[in-house]
């Protein structure tokens, strides 16, 4: 049944289903967008909010004392 879908496909749509691979240009944007994504997620979680959240979790848990 893939086979016959892939096929079909390959009909349909010609050589636009063969590239199927990231070029160099959209790897530079992905990595872009992922080391600020990053550095956003780093921000957040190093805030003394966050941590303050974090602390407390711990020290809850830690108190529990099952």
Do not use: P, W
Not at 15 to 29: I, K, L, N, Q
């Amino acid at each position: 049944m893939h086979n016959r879908v892939r096929r079909v496909l390959a009909q349909r749509f010609g050589s636009r289903c063969r590239d199927a691979g990231m070029s160099t240009a959209e790897y530079a944007v992905g990595t872009i967008a992922a080391c600020g994504f990053a550095a956003v997620l780093y921000q957040v979680v190093t805030s003394d909010a966050v941590s303050a959240a974090m602390g407390g979790l711990v020290q809850r848990a830690l108190d529990a004392g099952f």
